[in-house]
């Protein structure tokens, strides 16, 4: 069962970036689709983005379209999300996910990944 690890969350200022990461444990890390969600207080986690196992393919939240930008890097078993012009209402916990194998047209649905990371918070102030 591969473990992830989420960093690189903070605190910005709105307009600001940031770049999270997420490290998986094992070496068949190019077996899993991954994906990122974000979860406040109160609220249903929110799909953000996610990306194929070989990172040819990228589906983003509409929220978020043209200001975020998955990306991964196999040999370092790290999915990346680069985040731009962040506004107050994206502060949440930012979670990684992994699904072994393909997404399909189920990458937006908590229920299609196998695996969680423990969660970085991003505070975004006004």
């Known amino acids: 069962q591969v473990q992830l690890v989420e960093s690189g969350g903070g605190l910005v200022q709105a307009g600001g970036s940031l770049r999270l990461s997420c490290a998986a444990s094992?070496?068949?890390?190019?077996?899993?689709?991954m994906g990122w969600f974000r979860q406040t207080p109160g609220k249903e986690r929110e799909f953000v983005a996610a990306?194929?196992?070989?990172?040819?393919?990228?589906y983003y939240a509409d929220s978020v379209k043209g200001r975020f930008t998955i990306s991964r890097d196999n040999a370092k078993n790290t999915v990346y999300l680069q985040m731009n012009s962040l506004k107050p209402e994206e502060t949440a916990v930012y979670y990684c996910?992994?699904?072994?194998?393909?997404?399909?047209?189920?990458?937006?649905?908590?229920?299609?990944?196998?695996?969680w990371g423990q969660g970085t918070q991003v505070t975004v102030s006004s």
């Open positions: 996910a992994s699904r072994t194998g393909d997404l399909y047209i189920s990458y937006s649905y908590t229920g299609s990944y196998d695996n």
């Open positions: 094992g070496r068949t890390f190019s077996t899993y689709s």
């Open positions: 990306i194929s196992r070989s990172g040819g393919y990228r």
